[in-house]
């Protein structure tokens, strides 16, 4: 089965500014991958190559083994963008069923239902965009991109707008996209998010992959604490497996043990240890 | 098959819009004003006219002809302009404008393609803007007649003229919308249409005062702009026939000395409209959205 995603070399250059300067990004069929990275760092535009918004300058993408852009490959991509807008004229079942027939979707009234209540807004299939939260309105659009059954869907930024609920709804159905074999890429900012449900995570920064892996992967370790009398002592150094031998340490030495934890690195942390703290 | 379904959605898509934000509405009222006056100000020239027949000493002159063959003509200039501000506001946000407001990628990325897109959107706000000049036409024509008794010599041909006029300017639009944003598109499409005006206007100086430098530039200026030609072609079709004493004065007239374009320009339109519509093509599928 051919990969839902490849590009190999990327570049994307807008005059004198490089967008992307040669990425490598694989996503393989079903798999959930969180791309990261800070503003400007290339997100969108690399979602944008995918789904033939955006012509490459250089390198190769396809979408399960199809060029990247052709008729064949935007058949079978959902998207969502960073910055989209439905007619405000049209109701929830109209935009579905507009695009219904521009994805050549035979699902029909059946299918839009399906995805209305997949994304919490069985009662609003008959309310206009116009009329519709900010969040109602990315809650229809994430339903947008999975008319037809897509094999890839590329989801810049799908939880911005949402509130807890709504991420949580969001997050369920990214985990059953999985379980249906579709391969999601999720550009997001929110790192906690990307760590709870991707399988893989790669973070890009001036156009550039700098790191690559599963969530827990990424996540450095974080040390160990102890609590004795004398408060909480810090181990930055130790793992779980010294543990043992450290508390057995500690209590030869006259301590007294309250308490041992095992600090565990976030993606948070690993990401801010590559990309850096400073706001672009 | 595939491309007919396209075009019916993204058609019927543009079309629904219009309707919904009351574009068509607003048309529709404001015409029948239009009308309303037209067939107003008809009445009250003809009455006018009937009233002092015979107060003018001018031996052969057909008053009501010359009466009718104005106020057609001016009908037929008003139609062209009502046309293509129809044509310039169902067109303004087609690509650039609505790539802006986002609402262009969620359909571009669907697999029915930029051209498909660009076509459907061109076919629709053609569709409309033929339609409506010559329901515009027709009643001024009826009016014409209704009021005054006048019909014009080839009623059809300035039909038909309109019709490929306004057919021009939604391409020119179309064209624009690709690579100006809305409000500047809207400036540049009225400017043409101004800049096609003054080039038929300079024309007829030219021909009054017998300047073949004026006319040459109107000429260049009208070939260039096509849908200035073709209204000046519909324009002279409903005068042509028009002779004697009457017929010159009428030539003398703003709506009278339209120049006869010749056969060539209906090829020549075609042409230039597909030239229009393969540079849209050409510029909207590269842009980056």
Redesign the interface.
């Known amino acids: 089965m051919p990969d839902a995603l490849l590009t190999v070399g990327l570049r994307k250059t807008y005059r004198a500014a490089v967008a992307l300067d040669g990425v490598d990004l694989r996503v393989g069929a079903g798999e959930l991958v969180g791309l990261l990275g800070p503003n400007g760092a290339g997100k969108s535009t690399l979602t944008k190559i995918a789904c033939g918004l955006v012509r490459p300058t250089a390198g190769h993408v396809t979408v399960l083994g199809r060029p990247a852009g052709s008729t064949a490959a935007r058949a079978r991509t959902g998207y969502l963008a960073e910055l989209f807008r439905f007619p405000g004229w049209a109701t929830a079942d109209e935009v579905l069923e507009l695009h219904q027939r521009l994805a050549r979707s035979g699902g029909g009234a059946p299918e839009r239902r399906e995805l209305l209540a997949l994304v919490g807004l069985a009662e609003a299939a008959q309310r206009r965009v116009e009329a519709m939260s900010k969040g109602m309105a990315q809650r229809l659009g994430i339903a947008q991109a999975l008319i037809g059954e897509p094999g890839l869907v590329l989801l810049d930024e799908p939880t911005s707008a949402l509130d807890p609920a709504g991420r949580r709804t969001i997050r369920e159905l990214l985990e059953g996209l999985r379980g249906r074999g579709v391969a999601v890429l999720l550009n997001s900012h929110l790192l906690s998010e990307v760590e709870l449900v991707c399988d893989r995570v790669v973070i890009v920064d001036r156009g550039r992959t700098i790191a690559e892996g599963a969530p827990h992967e990424l996540a450095a370790a974080g040390g160990v604490e102890v609590e004795t009398v004398a408060g909480m002592r810090r181990f930055p150094d130790a793992g779980r497996e010294e543990v043992p031998a450290l508390v057995a340490r500690l209590v030869s030495e006259g301590e007294e043990i309250y308490g041992v934890r095992v600090v565990t690195g976030t993606l948070e942390d690993a990401y801010l240890g590559l990309v850096g703290r400073d706001a672009r | 098959m595939?491309l007919v379904?396209?075009l019916q959605?993204?058609g019927g898509?543009a079309l629904?819009?219009a309707v919904?934000?009351k574009v068509l509405l607003v048309v529709v009222v404001l015409t029948i004003c239009f009308l309303a006056l037209y067939a107003f100000g008809s009445h009250q020239a003809f009455q006018e006219v009937t009233r002092a027949s015979g107060a003018v000493d001018a031996p052969g002159l057909q008053e009501e002809v010359l009466t009718g063959s104005t106020l057609l003509g001016l009908a037929m200039f008003v139609t062209l302009f009502l046309g293509t501000v129809l044509a310039v506001f169902v067109t303004l946000n087609a690509v650039r404008g609505d790539a802006e407001?986002?609402?262009l990628?969620?359909?571009?990325?669907?697999?029915?393609?930029r051209s498909t897109l660009l076509l459907a959107r061109f076919l629709a706000a053609g569709a409309v803007c033929i339609v409506y000049v010559q329901i515009v036409y027709w009643s001024a024509v009826l009016l014409t007649d209704a009021t005054g008794g006048y019909r014009p010599g080839n009623a059809v041909a300035g039909a038909v003229s309109l019709a490929a006029a306004v057919t021009i300017i939604v391409a020119l639009a179309l064209l624009g919308t690709t690579l100006l944003s809305s409000t500047a598109n809207g400036i540049a499409i009225f400017m043409v249409f101004g800049a096609g005006l003054a080039a038929g206007l300079i024309g007829q100086i030219g021909a009054a005062l017998d300047s073949q430098t004026l006319e040459q530039i109107s000429s260049i200026a009208t070939w260039a702009l096509p849908f200035e030609a073709l209204y000046q072609d519909g324009l002279h079709a409903l005068t042509a026939d028009i002779d004697g004493v009457t017929g010159v004065i009428v030539q003398l007239g703003p709506f009278g000395g339209a120049a006869d374009a010749g056969p060539l320009l209906y090829p020549f339109a075609l042409v230039y409209l597909v030239v229009a519509g393969l540079l849209a093509d050409r510029a909207f599928r590269?842009a980056?959205?």
């Open positions: 595939k379904r396209d959605t993204i898509y629904r819009e919904r934000r407001r986002g609402l990628q969620p359909l571009v990325v669907r697999p029915v393609g590269r980056d959205l």
